[in-house]
């Protein structure tokens, strides 16, 4: 038994009928107790692949391990595992209890009543839902359901724990209070757990690492700051970080990289970050917009076209190349809608890409 | 402001005269079940009965067996009612719910059937039915009834709008199909049930033309076929003949006043027959 391979998915691949390969030769590992979240847009494979692991859909090919043991033709019910669905699926003509209850009443291994009945109080008890025992779901709110779906999904002590998207119908307040309860509530319970969201904040603030996908491949998959701070490609590079990254084209001679209206030496870059050695052409260099701020020795002159505050701090907005940038400043610093300003890059945090999305730099 | 008022004025009289047109029948079939011989064959015709004549029912009774009428399409309306409604509850719920080989060729086979009206195929049904050697049979008479591609339709597109995941929820739970069915689709579905169900007693009920088929004995006959036969039996007794036509129509008619609520909302809920 191996902990750090707990839940293992190797080279799976699902096609649907219609032709579309939603997920292509995916491999990855969650280790014991962890909390992983599955990170991406819209219709990049996350769900499916929760549906996978879940037994609700087949793989096309491709092979899955929970602790150890190979689950591909294991009916959902014997998987072991609790299921949050987005819309939380809770039983509408059933109380709170009910639905809680209901794992431990059907099946193979059901329960008296009472026996059911004390397993689900306690988890009632652990979710905060107990006074609701007698409510139907339709006279819950958002976050009330959503707390008797976990429960539910909990009651079965199971080893895995599958959560789709369970935070997207709450506004946004409540998303930020459950979040922090999930979290504390899956460690309580030390259950391994998949997180399935698209929100990069969410997946950031609550999960032990992220894997992000796009176009059902893996992107990345590592801690949360590794994705702000080392993207493997131009597509993380982007999908990850509020405000989002500033691209510039720039073209790649033997000693400098040339930009509109800029130009970096290669000399003050740092040498020992590049992946490998690049020909000369065309590249995009990517900055954070922390990591371009203006100064007295900035390298680009640009006009700002607008100023939006976020709290402690300013974004300053500019066109250059014909697409919107941003510069991410401290609230001190007096900027104003259309000042001229010089900006400079810090050159050790920024990022260096082909044009097909490979990171270089 | 004054020709709306007109208007509704004229549109309640249209109303008034449709209505009495299509309650008057069953009115005049009440009180004419109570009067003599005389009045329901009065010119000018009588309206209300100077006598209120009951002994009209006992006579019925006793000219016909109505009772055993009245057990026979009782029974046969239960037992259509009860298995079509169970098949047709397991049929959707496949159809809806479970993945097999086959399913879309399936489904258009059974919507082309239900393109075929019944009486296309009621003498190929008599033909079964008497090789079978089932006429003048309580099975003969329900035997074909039992399934109903209309009633599946019906509650397929009442489980498709129950969502997806709550099967899928239900399978994690550990429930079996059967579970899944018993603890959480029926339950959630019992208005759609229940309208397949009150519709499935009402045809039962006015059946007459699959019972006049396979049935020629007096102990089999049911309610409608009775009545028919009764009419003639009855001769010239039209008052008889009213009062047994109220003992026909009378429970059905019962039962769409209890129901009238559950019955307009499972017609109007119903988008297939629209």
């Known amino acids: 038994m191996d902990n750090n391979k707990f839940v293992e998915v190797k080279n799976l691949r699902k096609v649907y009928d219609?032709?579309?390969?939603?997920?292509?030769?995916?491999?990855?590992?969650?280790?014991?107790?962890?909390?992983?979240?599955?990170?991406?847009?819209?219709?990049?494979?996350?769900?499916?692949?929760?549906?996978?692991?879940?037994?609700?859909?087949?793989?096309?090919?491709?092979?899955?391990?929970?602790?150890?043991?190979?689950?591909?033709?294991?009916?959902?019910?014997?998987?072991?595992?609790?299921?949050?669905?987005?819309?939380?699926?809770?039983?509408?003509?059933?109380?709170?209890?009910?639905?809680?209850?209901?794992?431990?009443?059907?099946?193979?291994?059901?329960?008296?009543?009472?026996?059911?009945?004390?397993?689900?109080?306690?988890?009632?008890?652990?979710?905060?839902?107990?006074?609701?025992?007698?409510?139907?779901?339709?006279?819950?709110?958002?976050?009330?359901?959503?707390?008797?779906?976990?429960?539910?999904?909990?009651?079965?002590?199971?080893?895995?724990l599958l959560m789709d998207e369970p935070l997207s119908n709450l506004d946004a307040r409540l998303r930020l209070k459950i979040?922090?309860?999930?979290?504390?509530?899956?460690?309580?319970?030390?259950?391994?757990?998949?997180?399935?969201?698209?929100?990069?904040?969410?997946?950031?603030?609550?999960?032990?690492?992220?894997?992000?996908?796009?176009?059902?491949?893996?992107?990345?998959?590592?801690?949360?700051?590794?994705?702000?701070?080392e993207p493997n490609n131009y597509f993380v590079a982007n999908f990850v970080g509020n405000p989002v990254i500033d691209n510039?084209?720039?073209?790649?001679?033997?000693?400098?990289?040339?930009?509109?209206?800029?130009?970096?030496?290669?000399?003050?870059?740092?040498?020992?970050?590049?992946?490998?050695?690049?020909?000369?052409?065309?590249?995009?260099?990517s900055v954070r917009p922390e990591n371009i701020v203006p100064a007295s020795d900035g390298i680009l002159n640009v006009e700002v076209d607008d100023v939006e505050l976020i709290g402690r701090e300013r974004i300053l907005k500019f066109t250059h190349d014909d697409s919107q940038a941003r510069s991410l400043i401290s609230l001190e610093v007096p900027v104003n809608h259309g000042d001229q300003v010089n900006l400079k890059m810090r050159l050790d945090r920024v990022f260096l890409f082909t044009p097909d999305g490979e990171r270089v730099y | 402001m004054k020709k709306i008022r007109l208007g509704v004025v004229f549109s309640y009289i249209i109303l008034f005269i449709f209505a009495f047109i299509t309650v008057f029948p069953f009115i005049y079939m009440i009180l004419g079940g109570l009067m003599n011989f005389q009045e329901t064959t009065s010119i000018p015709p009588t309206l209300i009965p100077h006598h209120f004549e009951w002994s009209n029912y006992a006579k019925v009774f006793a000219r016909a067996p109505f009772g055993r009428y009245f057990f026979n399409t009782v029974l046969t309306a239960t037992v259509t009612t009860v298995v079509s409604l169970f098949n047709s509850l397991l049929g959707a719920f496949a159809m809806v719910n479970l993945r097999f080989k086959g399913k879309g060729v399936i489904q258009m086979v059974m919507l082309s059937l239900l393109m075929v009206p019944g009486e296309a195929i009621i003498f190929t049904n008599y033909n079964t039915i008497a090789h079978l050697g089932l006429l003048n049979t309580y099975i003969g008479l329900v035997l074909p009834f039992l399934t109903s591609i209309f009633y599946m339709y019906y509650l397929q597109s009442y489980f498709g709008s129950i969502s997806t995941t709550i099967y899928k929820a239900a399978m994690i739970d550990g429930a079996s199909d059967w579970d899944y069915i018993w603890k959480i689709l029926v339950p959630m579905s019992k208005s759609g049930l229940f309208t397949v169900g009150l519709l499935s007693f009402i045809s039962g009920w006015n059946s007459f033309l699959w019972p006049l088929l396979v049935t020629n004995e007096d102990t089999m006959r049911l309610l409608n076929n009775g009545l028919s036969a009764f009419a003639s039996d009855a001769g010239s007794e039209t008052q008889l003949q009213l009062a047994a036509a109220t003992l026909t129509v009378l429970p059905i008619l019962i039962l769409y006043f209890i129901f009238r609520k559950q019955i307009i909302r499972g017609v109007v809920r119903n988008d297939i027959k629209g």
């Open chain 1, 18 to 160: 219609n032709g579309h390969e939603a997920i292509k030769n995916v491999s990855f590992s969650v280790k014991k107790g962890d909390l992983v979240c599955l990170l991406g847009p819209s219709g990049c494979g996350k769900t499916t692949i929760l549906n996978i692991l879940a037994g609700l859909l087949n793989p096309t090919s491709g092979e899955i391990l929970f602790d150890g043991k190979s689950v591909v033709n294991v009916e959902p019910k014997d998987r072991h595992i609790g299921y949050v669905f987005q819309n939380y699926a809770l039983y509408p003509h059933m109380t709170v209890l009910q639905n809680v209850m209901f794992p431990l009443i059907v099946g193979k291994n059901k329960k008296s009543k009472p026996e059911a009945q004390k397993i689900a109080e306690k988890y009632m008890e652990l979710t905060q839902i107990t006074e609701l025992a007698d409510q139907k779901p339709g006279n819950l709110s958002g976050g009330q359901q959503q707390r008797v779906a976990i429960a539910r999904a909990l009651v079965q002590e199971p080893k895995i």
């Open chain 1, 248 to 285: 510039f084209k720039v073209t790649k001679t033997d000693d400098e990289l040339q930009g509109t209206d800029f130009t970096i030496k290669l000399a003050d870059l740092d040498e020992s970050r590049f992946k490998r050695s690049i020909p000369n052409g065309e590249y995009l260099l």
């Open chain 1, 179 to 229: 979040r922090e309860e999930i979290r504390s509530l899956v460690k309580s319970v030390g259950i391994t757990t998949l997180f399935v969201t698209h929100d990069q904040e969410e997946a950031l603030s609550i999960g032990d690492k992220i894997i992000l996908f796009n176009d059902g491949v893996i992107q990345q998959d590592d801690l949360g700051e590794n994705f702000y701070l």
